[in-house]
């Protein structure tokens, strides 16, 4: 039985009740068809929506595993969502249905393209974050100044000219020392309230004095260090580091040694404003006399006759004291001052066979890399030990097992640098060709 009767059956049985009109058979004929098409497009509209998302499930696993390229998975998305609309106009859309109403498969390829966009931005994240430096470089506490810096009781200090700085944190904080001494070492390792100073006391060069000054609470004790220089030399440090314990004052110092004119005439009495030698004669100004021209070789001999016609000297040296009385002095070999640190309540000096710092001295044959050159500092801390080394006649920085070139910190030629620990971070200062720098770990 086709359509045509089925209409004819309906309209005998229901004839009686419906009254014809011309045209009614048409319109039920239209109505029949449509909902037959509506029915067999939902059905396809169905079959459509499994197989996309099987093919999306296969996408995302293939995704997952990392065995497919990005770019065919995305190529393969565009293909999909460019036939969506074919399949629409083979369903022939119906009145009343509209493309808002069919599932939509766009989700599914944008959801894949949202993740790996975001695969590869955290791709490229710890790309980046493991090429840059875990080292950032501290300013001065007196911006473009020429800084000094030195570790003492697990904090760093900064000395610009006659001003010394301690750090705080995040920011610098000036120190407050005695007014009629110039400083050239301080140690804070037992706090700020037990402040060990070492400096020159007095305004006259020929006859200032190296002395340690140590406050307890609101009080000064001071002890004076034997003068061990020839009448007519003056001292001028240039690094200093002081370290005070309950067993003894110790000061490593680097110091040029040179002659000055007047002095040596005051050391014979003669009151002279100022002087100077040339070739065996003294020319000086008298405070009396005026103009005066002395002769060295009836002036002489002198104790200090080895630096008469040559240059400034320069000279490392330890002194040490048990009681603030007694003092014995080391020198040292090379050009640079010996760094010094507190161990177990005593003061170990750093030598060619250990590196020391406040509370520990490492055994520098333990811990150099096996391809360097040579160990300049090495710091134990909680998360391993931080070397600085040279290898292929480079200065390189070591931290958690990562190596970095010194000059790609400072953008200038690296010779040296010494690791410290402030508080719980670590730091490294760094000696360039534009003067010392100071850098701490992230």
């Known amino acids: 039985m086709n359509l045509d009767d089925e209409v004819r059956r309906h309209l005998r049985d229901t004839g009686e009740q419906v009254a014809l009109t011309p045209g009614m058979v048409d319109a039920v004929r239209i109505r029949a068809a449509s909902r037959v098409r509506r029915r067999q497009f939902i059905l396809r509209g169905l079959g459509s929506l499994v197989a996309l998302v099987a093919i999306g499930g296969s996408v ?36 009343g249905d509209s493309p808002a109403s069919l599932p939509s498969t766009s989700p599914t390829y944008e ?16 790309t980046r974050e493991s090429s840059e430096s875990r080292w950032t470089k501290i300013e001065s506490p007196v911006s473009g100044a020429t800084t000094e ?3 003492s009781g697990g904090m760093v200090l900064a000395q610009v000219g006659s001003q010394w700085f301690v750090r705080d944190e995040s ?11 110039s400083p050239i070492a ?25 002395v340690i000054q140590v406050r307890d609470g609101t009080t000064w004790r001071q002890h004076e260090l034997q003068n061990d220089l020839a009448p007519g030399l003056i001292s001028t440090v240039s690094q200093a580091r002081l370290r005070v314990t309950d067993h003894e004052l110790v000061l490593s110092r680097l110091e040029e040694l040179v002659l000055d004119p007047v002095c040596l005439l005051q050391s014979r009495g003669i009151d002279a404003v100022d002087a100077e030698i040339v070739d065996d004669f003294i020319y000086a100004t008298d405070r009396k006399a005026g103009r005066v021209v002395y002769s060295l070789e009836k002036l002489g001999p002198f104790e200090a006759q080895e630096f008469i016609g040559t240059g400034p000297k320069q000279r490392s040296l330890i002194t040490r004291s048990v009681d603030g009385g007694q003092w014995t002095t080391t020198l040292r070999s090379g050009q640079r001052v010996t760094e010094l640190g507190v161990v177990d309540g005593l003061v170990m000096s750093e030598d060619s066979e250990h590196t020391v710092h406040d509370g520990q001295r490492l055994e520098r044959n ?9 160990l300049i500092d090495a710091l134990a801390s909680s998360s391993g030990i931080s070397l600085i080394f040279e290898r292929d006649n480079r200065i390189w920085v ?22 410290g620990r402030v508080a719980s971070g670590i730091t490294m200062v760094i000696d360039t060709s534009q003067g010392p720098t100071l850098f701490v770990r992230d």
């Open 171 to 181: 920011s610098w904080r000036e120190l407050a020392l005695p007014q009629a001494l």
């Open 60 to 95: 995302a696993v293939i995704s997952r595993q990392g065995n497919e390229d990005p770019a065919r998975l995305t190529a393969a998305s565009l293909t999909e969502t460019s036939q969506a609309p074919e399949m629409m106009s083979a369903g022939e859309l119906v009145e």
């Open 149 to 151: 810096y030195m570790y």
């Open 398 to 419: 070591r931290d958690s097992g990562e190596d970095q070139r010194m000059d790609e910190l400072t953008d200038s030629p690296s010779v040296s640098g010494r690791l």
């Open 186 to 210: 301080i140690d804070i390792g037992a706090g700020e309230e037990a402040m060990r100073v070492a400096g020159w006391l007095g305004d006259d060069p020929c006859a200032k004095n190296l």
């Open 111 to 126: 959801s894949n393209a949202t993740a790996e966009d975001e695969d590869t931005e955290i791709t490229s994240t710890l």
């Open 366 to 374: 333990e811990v150099i890399p096996p391809t360097a050159q040579r």
